[in-house]
């Protein structure tokens, strides 16, 4: 459930023009999970016409749906303490190594080994071995051939980069259908790890032919210190109980909202600390190095969804600023508040906790089916 002192007031929830754009997500309600859509005039319960948000968004007309009568179930400050992340049976899926910071940043993980204290040296380190510009090369293209001959060469290839300046993007599986929570709700890491960070990311929302037709916003919690010992340890780092974030709601594509502006979008993070700590930071769309619809067709390419699928963009956002004098770089702490922003999308926050204190992750696609058909709302 949402933690009510999350945020004081809804309208830090909402994108920056209000309920103008087509605004869907889901809702604890005493019968179950309900699809909803917010307007001005509160928040309706519309399952009845799209039992689950899969359904919505693989309609021929989402935005239609979304506008069906509904029945009001209460302004959006009497449900807000009982929002779920707005996706439910599409995969969940992340592109890593998007931009060419991140990209960097994941090579640091690999050359330090995982190890924080590492970390500066290492970076000054590649720099010079790597001696260009990684974010004026477009991957897979014949200068980014060039430059892996190069550093293949000097013995300076990595897994990072071939997904980095290479034809195929890194896609993956960020969490099971059903798993990620919302607004509000804590967000965890493993109580073993000691350099982590969150991914302030936007999350492509597509239907099963790959259209992609709405947008929300998404925390790629990432344990660098155990992605760094190893790139295959990538599910162990990502994949954990409440490690995976997204909200408040998908806005639909319409009249308010295009995938140019998907393109465009700024996303700003900020994390505040029980211990007074506070990081900003900001990630830029526009900065991306393969669009947004590459992204969706690689991860399409050979494989069906037939649910949909929820696409983590990747991130520009990667902390280096020590959390204490003297120390090694940023890493999360139990209570720490973070605050995903885009203007288009709104507000995601959520406290970090350890996953193993987090409630459990029990209600899965199999309970959910079984609770939809006890409402009536399966045909």
């Known amino acids: 459930m949402v933690d009510q002192a999350v945020a004081p007031s809804t309208r830090d929830i909402l994108p920056e023009d209000g309920t103008a754009g087509t605004l869907v997500g889901r809702v604890l309600g005493k019968e179950g999970p309900s699809i909803v859509a917010v307007r001005g005039d509160g928040v309706f319960d519309i399952t009845a016409t799209a039992p689950t948000m899969a359904d919505l968004c693989n309609a021929a007309d989402p935005v239609a749906v979304a506008k069906s009568k509904g ?164 599910g162990i780092a990502k994949d954990n109980n409440a490690s995976c974030a997204l909200g408040p709601f998908i806005r639909l594509f319409d009249a308010t909202f295009s995938l140019d502006d998907v393109r465009q979008a700024k996303v700003e993070l900020e994390v505040t600390g029980p211990d007074q700590f506070r990081l900003r930071g900001q990630s830029d769309l526009s900065k991306i190095s ?42 999360h702490i139990v209570g720490d508040l973070v605050s995903i922003r885009s203007p288009k999308l709104g507000t995601l926050t959520n406290r970090v906790n350890h996953c193993d204190k987090i409630p459990p992750w029990t209600f899965g696609t199999g309970a959910l089916m079984r609770n939809l058909a006890t409402r009536g709302l399966l045909k």
Not at 141 to 152: F, G, P, Q, R
């Open 71 to 234: 029945r009001r179930i209460g302004s959006l400050d009497e449900v807000v303490g009982s929002l779920l992340a707005p996706t439910d049976l599409q995969a969940i899926k992340a592109a890593g190594v998007t931009f060419a910071v991140s990209l960097l940043e994941r090579l640091i993980e690999e050359h330090a080994k995982g190890d924080p204290a590492r970390a500066e040296q290492v970076r000054k380190e590649l720099n010079t071995i790597i001696g260009a510009d990684v974010s004026a090369i477009k991957p897979g293209s014949s200068e980014a051939d060039a430059l892996k001959k190069t550093l293949m060469a000097r013995g300076a290839w990595s897994p990072y980069l071939e997904v980095g300046i290479g034809p195929y993007a890194e896609i993956f599986t960020k969490a099971p259908p059903m798993a990620a929570v919302g607004y509000g709700a804590e967000i965890g890491i493993r109580s073993d790890s000691d350099w982590n960070n969150p991914e302030p990311e936007v999350t492509l929302i597509s239907n099963a032919a790959g259209k992609i037709v709405g947008a929300t916003l998404g925390n790629d919690v990432n344990l660098r210190d155990i992605e760094g010992r190893s790139a295959l340890l990538l």
């Open 290 to 331: 393969r669009d947004p619809t590459d992204l969706v067709a690689q991860a399409m390419r050979t494989h069906q969804y037939p649910d949909g699928m929820a696409l983590m963009t990747g991130t520009l956002f990667a902390p280096t600023e020590p959390r204490k004098p003297g120390g090694t770089g940023f890493t």
